[in-house]
């Protein structure tokens, strides 16, 4: 679906992008994974076409460089941040459908698939920023693109609205869609990606499983437990006999775990009948403060 060979990008005398090669097969969710700096963004540029660079890249067999209004007609793109009109939703897709020359009629489907339905003669101020960024994914949709490309999709989120997008993204890529995404979030990452293009200083390091590059980078997560009044003293004296470092906050317990430990702190509970309500992953900085560490 899209093959990138020696892609270098240059900013004056700033190499922004090194010689990156990789392929992308269609229906894989692919995330672009480094820190500020690292070439993610300009990678995205690149992609759409709307940067000049060196080197070969071609989507779906389009060339970029040569064909690049073609190859953008293929990918929907979500920015990190999306300003919009003072227009109500269902205006808003319309302006956004005429200017992508699409039928109007794909407006209710993408409204459907990102639950916006039911708001649609809302004003675009009213909404939340989770229902914006949604908004944002609807008009990415509205000509049916195979390719989405998104950019730090979740970044401004809350932690619910994080979780409801990736839950349509991860839908989106299950009906087909191919997802490229760059994060600095490894729950988002771990979520929904089969596959990691780790980038440093404008080189491509290596390609990793979310797994393998969790365990490369020596990351480790904060799993925050849901789990009944009645049991929360004894989830905490099981955890603290198995060893693990943890923080009760109020309802929940944050319990700090290795890459592929999830699951084994969820068994741990169902073998002692404690039951679990919710559960999440989230980044270690995102673990309120409780008097230290258990």
């Known amino acids: ?38 070439g993610k963004t300009t990678a995205i540029r690149c992609l759409l076409g709307i940067h000049g660079f060196e080197g070969t890249l071609t ?3 389009i060339n970029v460089r040569k064909h690049g209004k073609a190859a953008r007609a293929l990918i929907g793109y979500v920015p990190q941040e999306l300003s919009f009109f003072e227009m109500s939703v269902a205006e808003t897709l319309v302006f ?11 407006i209710d489907s993408a409204l459907k698939t990102v639950d916006l339905f039911d708001h649609r003669t809302k004003s675009v101020n009213a909404l939340s920023g989770g229902m914006k960024q949604r908004l944002a ?19 401004s989120l809350d ?3 994080q979780r409801d997008f990736i839950r349509m993204i991860r839908n ?11 994060s600095h979030h490894f729950e988002e990452v771990a979520a929904l990606a089969n596959g990691v293009l780790l980038l440093n200083d404008g080189k491509l390091v290596n390609t990793f499983t979310p797994q393998d590059l969790a365990a490369e980078l020596g990351l480790r997560q904060w799993l925050r437990v849901m789990v009944g009044t009645e049991d929360k003293s004894e989830a905490c004296r099981v955890l603290e006999n198995e ?16 890459a592929r430990q999830k699951m084994d702190v969820l068994r741990l509970f169902s073998d002692v009948q404690i039951s679990v309500t919710d559960f999440d992953v989230t980044d ?5 403060e409780n008097g230290g560490l258990s």
């Open 1 to 38: 679906m899209i093959i990138a060979k020696e892609i270098t990008k240059r900013y004056g005398k700033m190499l922004a992008l090194d010689t990156v090669s990789f392929t992308i097969n269609a229906g894989e969710s692919i995330a672009l994974w480094g820190a500020n700096g690292a």
């Open 59 to 61: 989507v779906s067999g």
């Open 96 to 106: 956004y459908a005429r200017l992508k020359k699409v039928d109007t009629q794909t």
């Open 137 to 155: 994914l609807a008009i990415a949709l509205l000509a049916d693109p195979p390719i989405l490309l998104l950019d730090e999709p979740t970044a």
């Open 159 to 161: 932690t619910a609205a």
């Open 172 to 182: 989106l890529n299950a009906e087909g869609k191919t997802i490229v995404f760059s």
């Open 243 to 258: 060893g693990y470092h943890f923080v009760p906050n109020g309802k929940a317990i944050y319990v700090n775990i290795g």
């Open 284 to 288: 270690s900085h995102a673990v309120p």
